[in-house]
């Protein structure tokens, strides 16, 4: 039994040494394979600050520190970059000393903690070394690499422009060979609105000498994004679609769906629904928009432009021209102004420049609209109060003064269309020009109106078909006969100087024969009818 025990602890300690020599050699030859093997998949020079490898479950292999460089790589300004193109804080693998003798050797799978990808911008230049005499060989087969924690970053030297950066919580990329595209799954980690987008696709393979024009493709899911993450909106967005491309230049079709989407400046949901068409510059993460299609409640609109990534002040600075071919009025009344019911309904045209420029403020109080003309067919005021005043109005320019008396309460509904320009600037809608069309009378206005709902101030005219002493009865209308001519002009049975100021709850209406703004209004118009 001596002999046997003496027996086992020498082949202990012979199997021991065996696995101390071959962990010993294997370390260095891993580690030059796997340089190798980096070195030609990017044909690029590969640092590796620490390597070990342990008798672990066959061979355990861990690293730190890898760095593939870029080429000699010199910037717009003549100096040599010093940033790695890809770099890796951590990276472990599994593998066997059977597997070791194999060449090239495979690999099941790889986890990275810490990936940091660098696309330098286009202005940057790439000077090629000559060819090795013996260019590295890949030695090492990868079946996956499961990545936690990844960040791409696009820099730019554009004027006033950030890099671009995608944060990347969780990456699995399937290796299918060094001259075909990585399949990917990955988790980006979106921080307005806030939330996580699942994506699949394919990626590269790596251009080493013009890296923005890596290809890439995918689609892309983005579910319950809290979009009050943007200052002055709210509402839960959902959103899916497909893109390609390459890192510099993406093209992207997708929908978004938010059943609650608000303006804080009205806290009204609204169903929203949206279809794209972008195309996204990767140097400098510049959106142009080809088109969007909007639905909101009964209202379709469409919308092409820019959505400019700005540095300072820093934010997305966004340029849109707006068309709305068939819109409700109602709807947009509710989307952006705090009174409800809304104020207005009818059908509803616009076109628009749009601009929201970048700052910390909220969207509702930085909107600005431009160029701004509009048409509203079918008109209705859903304050009594004021459509009574509307009907009474018309009873009266179509000189039938006593059906305006009877029935000036009993809320006709007088068909009415509008049409005019407009402003929005600093939550105040500016009117320059403002046409109202009812039978019997014409209303020409400018003023202003805010958007919360509480003020509004107008000046302007009512041109009527009848004479001003047609529009009352009795001995009120002998009276005024000897004022007819005074206020007949412009083909206009009276052209009456009027103001409407107030609020909704509590407008005023009167006269106003001082005001110059209004002296030119309605001198090219037909007479109203």
Known sequence: MQWVGIAVVLGLLIFGGATWWLVRHAEPLMRQRIIDTLSARFQSPVELDEFHVTAAKGLGVEGKGLRIMYLIEVNAQGQQREEPMLAIDEFRFHTTLANLRKSPMHVGEVYVTGLHLRKPPKEDR???????????KESIVVDRIIVDHADLVMETHKENKEPLEWDIAHMVLVDVGAKRPFDYTATLVNPKPLGDIASKGHFGPWNIFVPGDTPLDGVYEFSRADLSTTKGIAGILSSKGSFGGTLDNIVADGETD????????????????????????????????????????????????????????????????????????????????????????????????????????????????????????????????????????????????????????????????????????????????????????????????????????????????????????????????????????????????????????????????????????????????
């Open 126 to 136: 790439k000077i090629t070394p000559p060819e090795p005499k013996k260019p590295p």
């Open 258 to 529: 938010t059943p609650d989407f608000r303006l804080d400046v009205s806290e009204h949901p609204v169903p929203l629904h949206t279809k794209y068409h972008a195309i996204i510059d990767g140097t400098n993460g510049d959106v142009l928009l080809q088109p969007v299609e909007a639905w909101l409640l009964k209202s379709y609109f469409v919308c092409v432009g820019h959505v400019i990534n700005n540095k300072n002040p820093k934010g997305k600075d966004i340029r849109l021209d707006v068309v709305m071919p068939k819109a409700r009025i109602e709807d947009m009344l509710r989307l952006g102004v705090k009174t409800s019911p809304p104020l207005m309904t009818g059908g509803f045209k616009m076109k628009t420049r749009l601009h929201i420029p970048p700052g910390d403020v909220a969207i509702a109080k930085k909107l600005e609209l431009t160029d701004g003309t509009f048409e509203i067919h079918g008109a209705h005021f859903t304050s009594d109060r004021i459509q009574e005043k509307i009907d009474a109005l018309s009873m009266r320019a179509q000189g039938r003064p006593k059906e305006a008396n009877v029935q000036g309460t009993a809320g006709f509904d007088t068909p009415s269309d509008m049409r005019g320009s407009f402003q929005l600037k600093n939550g105040i809608i500016n009117v320059p020009s403002l046409r109202y069309d009812m039978p019997g009378a014409q209303v020409l206005m400018l003023g202003q109106y805010s958007t919360d709902g509480n003020t509004f101030d107008f000046v302007g005219k009512v041109r009527t078909k009848a004479r001003i002493s047609q529009m009352v009865t009795g001995w009120k209308g002998w009276l005024l006969k000897p004022a007819d001519p005074f206020f007949k002009k412009h083909g206009a049975g009276a052209e009456i100087p009027v103001k409407i100021n107030g609020t909704k709850d509590e407008p005023h209406f009167g006269t106003d024969f001082k005001d110059d703004r209004t002296k030119d209004l309605g001198k090219d118009l037909p007479p109203p009818q």
